[in-house]
């Protein structure tokens, strides 16, 4: 079975400061992408980062980057320079490039910015 | 449309009733996908539509669930004799263009209180 864990039920960060968030996965697919998500309070989901896993360079979009080591299957998430506006659940996922592609999510990482 | 349309956003049934949610994904998604988040966790997979086709409804917890996509756009999820575990926001997803392995777009939700 596909798994995702987030170990990390909450997490705070000062503004302007640096914060990682961490996730493992486990799965039996040879071609699979992980993302992250960001849910704020009422609001939709909204997609923050995606690493293809063959792809060795860690993806990075902005303020946020990645730490992929597939070996390992662990897959980070660092936002640099955290703004209040960062604050949200944080959920991990991955999916199938075949099959069913559907996701499966971790248990989520709640983020608290600090001003 | 813009995005992924869900309707009703919020609902409040009674223990025994049935519930229809409907979600209107991307103009000229192929395929769609129905996901459960109960509070506190993430999105759990349901079901999964390519056009018209019921593809994977292995994530239906029970014969009380029944989805359709009819004409391969507007997507129906019923519940019948809602329960009080069935309390939970349901999303709709759907990737982008005509490949079903594409970033996910998710709705707003629909949340589901059973008393």
């Known amino acids: 079975a596909q798994t995702v864990t987030q170990s990390q039920p909450e997490m705070s960060v000062q503004e302007a400061e640096t914060v990682t968030l961490s996730c493992t996965y486990d799965?039996?697919?040879?071609?699979?992408?992980l993302f992250w998500y960001k849910q704020p309070p009422s609001r939709q989901m909204i997609l923050v980062i995606r690493q293809e896993a063959y792809k060795q360079q860690n993806a990075t979009e902005n303020r946020f980057s990645v730490n992929f080591q597939k070996a390992a299957k662990s897959f980070s998430l660092k936002i640099s320079d955290s703004q209040l506006g960062d604050a949200a659940m944080y959920f991990c996922?991955?999916?199938?490039?075949?099959?069913?592609?559907?996701?499966?999510f971790g248990t989520g990482t709640r983020l608290k910015v600090l001003a | 449309g813009a995005g992924v349309s869900q309707s009703p956003r919020y609902k409040v049934a009674k223990r025994g009733q049935d519930v229809a949610l409907r979600c209107d994904p991307i103009?000229?998604?192929?395929?769609l996908f129905w996901y459960q988040q109960a509070l506190g966790q993430g999105p759990e997979f349901l079901t999964y539509?390519?056009?018209?086709?019921?593809?994977?409804k292995s994530g239906l917890p029970s014969d009380r669930f029944f989805a359709e996509r009819p004409e391969g756009s507007v997507s129906t999820l019923k519940i019948q004799r809602t329960q009080q575990e069935d309390s939970a926001v349901y999303l709709c997803?759907?990737?982008?263009?005509?490949?079903?392995?594409?970033?996910?777009?998710f709705g707003p939700g629909t949340r589901l209180t059973v008393l």
């Open positions: 103009s000229g998604h192929v395929s």
């Open positions: 539509f390519q056009n018209e086709a019921q593809l994977d």
């Open positions: 997803a759907s990737p982008g263009g005509q490949s079903s392995y594409n970033e996910q777009f």
């Open positions: 996922a991955s999916g199938a490039r075949s099959g069913t592609y559907k996701y499966i």
């Open positions: 799965t039996s697919e040879s071609d699979y992408y």
